[in-house]
């Protein structure tokens, strides 16, 4: 009974570098969000992912952070050439879709950009 | 557009008191959820509860309960008789019941040390 999985659990990344950070949703959920957390912040919402879809990207920083969820295979965050402030924990969370709402949240990626 | 605000930024207790954490939440939909998770030190996001908008009956699990209030906004949450392993952090959270607007508006979370 697998939940959320997220990989790699630490990456630490020099300035501009790329990060890649993958999710795979808990078995039988089409549905993925990815949020941040900064040190000593609560969590922002970043973007939500059907298979192949973008649904909302209301919260992804403009330039240099892209997210994918194809038909086979995990969700992928990208981070391409990194700054110190990209340092951060990133979640990922999966649901079964829009009628049911609980979303079951990974372990979370940190990253450490040096 | 939602926001969640936790006004306790560090909250400790001695061990065996009770303690409630509060949550006041602003939506202009008439249907949404508010959830709680708590995050130990370990890091990891645990679900506690949802709780639709039309539902407005407490709840209580275990040494779990939580208080639902539309007329004043907030979702609070108490912990009675505290252990040393609830030290964590809290959060509060809304949804709105939209489809494709699911996403989580959190709360800058409660942190909550329980002294033994």
């Known amino acids: 009974n697998a939940g959320v999985m997220q990989n790699p659990r630490h990456l630490v990344r020099r300035r501009g570098q790329e990060a890649r950070l993958r999710c795979s949703p808990m078995?039988?959920?089409?549905?993925v969000y990815w949020y941040r957390q900064l040190p000593e912040e609560g969590l922002k919402f970043m973007v939500y992912?059907?298979?192949?879809?973008?649904?909302?990207e209301s919260g992804m920083p403009k330039e240099r952070f892209s997210a994918e969820f194809p038909k086979e295979g995990p969700s992928i965050l990208r981070i391409q050439q990194v700054v110190r402030g990209d340092s951060a924990a990133y979640f990922c969370?999966?649901?079964?879709?829009?009628?049911?709402?609980?979303?079951?949240f990974g372990p979370g990626t940190r990253l450490t950009v040096t | 557009a939602q926001k969640v605000t936790q006004a306790q930024t560090e909250i400790s207790v001695v061990e065996k008191e009770d303690v409630t954490l509060d949550c006041v939440y602003e939506t202009r939909d008439t249907t949404y959820y508010l959830f709680w998770y708590k995050q130990p030190p370990s890091g990891e996001l645990v679900f506690l509860i949802r709780r639709n908008s039309f539902d407005e009956q407490n709840e209580i699990s275990g040494r779990y309960s939580w208080n639902f209030q539309k007329s004043t906004s907030s979702f609070n949450f108490t912990i009675t008789a505290s252990q040393v392993v609830d030290s964590a952090v809290y959060f509060c959270?809304?949804?709105?019941?939209?489809?494709?607007?699911?996403?989580?508006?959190f709360g800058t979370g409660t942190r909550l040390t329980i002294i033994p």
């Open positions: 992912l059907q298979k192949e879809n973008i649904i909302d």
């Open positions: 078995k039988g959920h089409s549905h």
């Open positions: 969370a999966s649901s079964l879709g829009q009628t049911v709402y609980e979303q079951y």
């Open positions: 959270a809304l949804s709105e019941a939209n489809f494709g607007n699911e996403k989580l508006t």
